[in-house]
């Protein structure tokens, strides 16, 4: 009888100790499994960054954006200018007024003025197709149209641009905008000009094309070359 009880003790034992080790293999091979998901996950780790990165470029994309507009309506109805000049001139009671490839004379003010303008700013240059092209903010004063039909009259309309964006930041701006990558593309139309402050801190203006929009606000594909442009309207004449 106390050997029958030994027996059983000692089966019982070792039928723990079978438990135990089998439990271990199991703790191990899920430690394994989940180091194995940490470390792929890792690996992925950096196109998830690139991402978010991304994102947090074109907030700022859109912050810059925002900035120069509030300003420039700020002028337009506070302060009664006829045109908000895309450098740093101070107020002109008789400064100059663009109006497509035409000049007039009229009240102006510079966006980067020392007085009441914003600071000089850039469009993030991780937007852009290559570090190697020109990269800026500009203001064109063109006459536009959108699918077609002229935006507001034939008179020039004020219209903020950014050149050579990538054609995938082109894509994500147009997905937070109208829920679709699709990118359109733009023909050139006859004459406008455009002021630009360069990376540099110099501004420049000169003579340029307008241009037919398929999608506006937003990035189109300039159809003479593969270009991909970021247009938004400032004020439609």
């Known amino acids: 009888m106390d050997m029958d009880m030994g027996s059983t003790t000692l089966k019982d034992k070792h039928q723990t100790q079978q438990g135990n080790v089998l439990f271990l293999i199991l703790i191990a091979v899920a430690l394994f499994a989940a180091l194995s998901y940490a470390v792929t996950q890792s690996g992925r780790g950096g196109g998830n960054a690139d991402k978010e990165k991304q994102e947090m470029k074109i907030a700022e994309f859109f912050q810059q954006e925002a900035l120069i507009r509030t300003f420039v309506l700020r002028q337009y109805t506070l302060n009664k200018v006829d045109q908000v000049r895309f450098d740093d001139s101070a107020y002109n009671e008789n400064g100059t007024v663009l109006n497509g490839s035409s000049t007039g004379t009229g009240r102006s003010v510079g966006i980067f003025n020392p007085i009441d303008g914003i600071h000089k700013i850039y469009p993030p240059i991780e937007l852009a197709e290559n570090l190697g092209s020109t ?103």
């Open 135 to 237: 990269f800026d903010w500009s203001l064109k004063n063109a006459p536009l149209r959108f699918l077609g039909n002229e935006i507001g009259t034939t008179a020039g309309d004020e219209v903020l641009v950014v050149w050579r964006l990538s054609k995938e930041v082109c894509e994500a701006i147009n997905l937070k905008l109208t829920g679709s990558k699709a990118i359109p593309i733009t023909s050139d139309l006859a004459g406008g000009r455009y002021e630009v402050l360069r990376q540099n801190g110099a501004f420049s203006s000169g003579l340029t094309g307008s241009h037919d929009l398929g999608l506006f606000p937003g990035c189109n594909e300039r159809q003479t070359f593969t270009s991909y442009i970021y247009f938004s309207s400032i004020r439609d004449n």
